[in-house]
């Protein structure tokens, strides 16, 4: 009993002294860098100036073993307090200064000298570079503190809480230039071969969001309406690309300002483009980090689909600003108090910005993106709440998730349409005003908000959907002139049951009625009825007037719920076919979160494959090409898992007859053409199936495109891809195209494509030599070396496994803890493995080695991987009852072939030629 008593409080005292003391604040850091470039390593010097509000034996920061701690020196009023020692633990990375007096209460300040070295890994202080257009590489030193790794760099109280004001002071090598969060104060040099810049103070910051740039870079200026003055950091010969993204990021400040009615809270607005990124942005203040392509846009190859993820990338970092910037998170586990907001204001603020696209496209992607994304991984019964307790900062990079993002947007969404939109912003506005350069929490969010109605606020909303994991999904049943509706639990396994309830905003519309005002649906079978003057009726149904009886109804019509909603099958049906007659019988967005939700309950075997296909009747008749696009890759998606091939080829004659005529249509359009941009958009796959079905504008384009590569030329990145395709299948093609990999590629974007494609031989040696190949070469980003080693296990699981094993210090010191990198890299190399032998193997590599931040990706791989594909349906080594795909394939298979006979008979429907997935016509001459 002792025993067990010791090591409980061992192992509170280890919880505790993760998280720093609140007696001691810091509020002011100087630091004196000085840069090797050559030697790729520092020195340094900093000052923090601390307050302890209570008597303390210790006092604890950060500071990674891997930086040199020489000297620390305690000071009060210019005297020095005298020390017992100074030690770094690391395990938890905690440095622990011991005075050899009890420190009372005051002020102080502590002085340490360090040293370090610059890494490759993808945090800390980072070795970078680029590459000119004639392959030279150009150094380069970086920085990527979220959310835990300033520690990495130098000593800090590196919580987000702490906000300091910060002095930066560098040394670096002549030829270089010198960019950080604030404004560039004074330059000079030191010596012949070493120039110093100081920085102005800053404001008040969490240590997480400061970055410094070593670098010789030019760059291109301007400055907003206000005259905070914004550039972009560049090579000489990305300065075309560069312009393009200062104009959107001036005019993103300019939108954000008047949509916050707060001003831009810093000093100026550096962005800069980092070669070897793993990540699509980061919004350090006054200097923006972003993806290569997206800060340097290549016109002429960037397809619309590249461009408009780009334009959104750069407008979330500059959300930022404000959310999470301005006002930072007190800890970890209200990140999506920063992520969230910038996902849906980004969403919100592009659709007020002057763009060529029409009013809510914007938006319309971001409801569909994230609620697809977001809901096909929160449907795992293992899955965790937004929220959650974290005991250590570390712990936090497992936060950065489709949850935190996607579903906290989406949540968000919903509040600021049930409150209104007048409401919503006059609470961020007092949330802005109350917490300027501070921190908050959930429960300081909430306050500044009101109520959604007279017995629920704003907070007690929020706390249903994030404190919990899952999501509802709402069963509705009509019954005489009403409709019951019951919600429980969604997961992938239909046995799984939950005592769990959400507030679930609901309201419907009929064939014959306008949508109806919003209800809270409390509990698991009643609702409360919310209007405009807050008056309450408690009811466990929805009235239907009789004159509605018979006709279709849908609910939730501003698809604002974060969930399934399941049907009964005639009002599927009756939906089907008001669509065929009027294809805007229900709105765009609706569509795409219905598309979803019958996927879904598809996959679950809640609903027939055939309610799913005699919905998709009408898209022939669909004018939104997002909705289309949406509609063809869930068709693929069923196609791929039929058995037979006569079906097979029936499933191809059926695509055809919905997707041709807008085939023809857009082979017809000049790609050039700025007024049709939702076809040039998805023009892309108009192509490539054109190319399929043989339609003869498409094949003379392609073999346009085609014969251009062949000869040397850039072709744009929509089509190099299944260019490529068709170029790799002769052997002899490989070398030579693997020779261009040092020549060819504009941008990364590019140059995953080749590698994607240089992945798809058969040649183990080829394949070798691609993952050597990228872990080596100065031409490969880190960001792509990941990329290489998932495109190798798509082909050839077991090589790609023996491989990452037999590099696993690498892979590890470049993504081991990295926000997102090792949870894909486990996710696509352990879910491909296809044997038992590597399964088993694989389970116990990571029972002695760390999955760093990647734990939740191997969990996903180990459930999802191929060995499993056979398996009879009983449960599998994870312990989930595993629904059998065989099984699942057989069930579509004959679904599909019922519905096809009683649709179109027998005989074959469709006079045209066998649509197979072949290339179709584009031949070597």
Known sequence: MLYRLICLAIYCWAANALRLSREVIPSHQSFHLKFDIKEWKYTGETEIKIKILSTQSSIWLYCDNTVKLSKVILLQKNKNFPLESFKVDGRTSVLTIKPKEDVTTGDYLLKLTFSGTISESLQGMIKTGWVDEKGKKHPQITTHFEPDKARQAFPCFDEPSFKIMIKMVVDHPAGYRCNSASPLLTQKHVSKNVIRSEFEETEPMSIY????????????????????????????????????????????????????????????????????????????????HLDWDCAYIQQESITVKELLDCRSTTVHEIAHMWFGNLVSVKWWNDLWLKEGFADFITAYVMDQMKTDRKPGAHMLEFLESSYGSAIRNDKFKFTKPVRQTLRTSYDAAAMYNNLSYEKSSFILRSVERLIGATAFRTGLRHYFTKFKFKSANFDDFAACFGNITNRVSVGDYMKKWLNQPGFPIITSERVGNTIKLEQTRFTESPKYHTSQSWYVPLNYKTEKSSPTSYRLMMEKNWVIDYTLDHGYSLSNTFSILNSNFGHWYVLDTDNIIFGLHQYEDDNYMLLARALQENPNSISDATKLIEITNLELLMENQRISPRILLETSRYVSKETNMDVVLKWLLTLLHMKRNLHDRDLYVKFNHYLRSLLIDKVRNAMKLSFDDTKAWNLRKNYSWLLILGVKWRVKEAIHAARELYHRFKEGNHINANFLGYILRHYIRKPSHWPILFKRLNSYPQSQKELRTMIRMLAKTDNESHQKLLLTYSRTSHIIPRSVVKSTLCYVAWRNPHLAWTYFKAH??????????????????????????????????????????????????????????????????????????????????????????????????????????????????????
């Not at 990021?249 to 000093?267: G, M, N, Q, T, V």
């Not at 088993?840 to 499993?868: H, I, M, P, Q, Y």
Request: hydrophobic share 35%; charged share 25%.
């Open 209 to 288: 969001l400061l970055a410094i740039n070593v670098h010789d870079m030019t760059q291109v200026r301007g400055e907003t309406t206000r005259g905070i003055p914004v550039s972009v950091l560049t090579p000489p010969h990305k300065k075309a690309g560069a312009q393009v993204t200062l104009e959107w990021a001036i005019k993103a400040l300019d939108h954000f300002e008047r949509y916050l009615d707060c001003s831009y809270p810093f000093s100026k607005l550096d962005l800069m483009g980092i070669y070897d990124f793993n990540l699509g942005g980061m919004e350090n203040i006054g200097m923006v």
């Open 808 to 925: 696993y210090e690498y892979y590890f010191r470049l993504y081991g803890e990295s926000q997102f990198s090792m949870n894909s890299l486990l996710q696509c190399l352990v879910g491909n493995l296809n044997t038992r032998e590597d399964y088993e193997d694989a389970k116990a590599f990571f029972k002695v080695n760390s999955a760093g931040t990647g734990t939740s990706g191997l969990k996903r791989g180990l459930k999802s991987a191929n060995v499993f594909k056979n398996s009879s349906g009983k449960k599998s080594d994870t312990g989930d009852e595993v629904i059998c795909i065989t099984v699942k394939k057989e069930s579509l298979t004959k679904s599909f072939s019922r519905w096809w006979e009683e649709t179109f008979g027998k005989e074959d429907y469709f006079d045209i030629d066998n649509a197979l997935d072949d290339f179709g016509g584009i031949n070597e001459d």
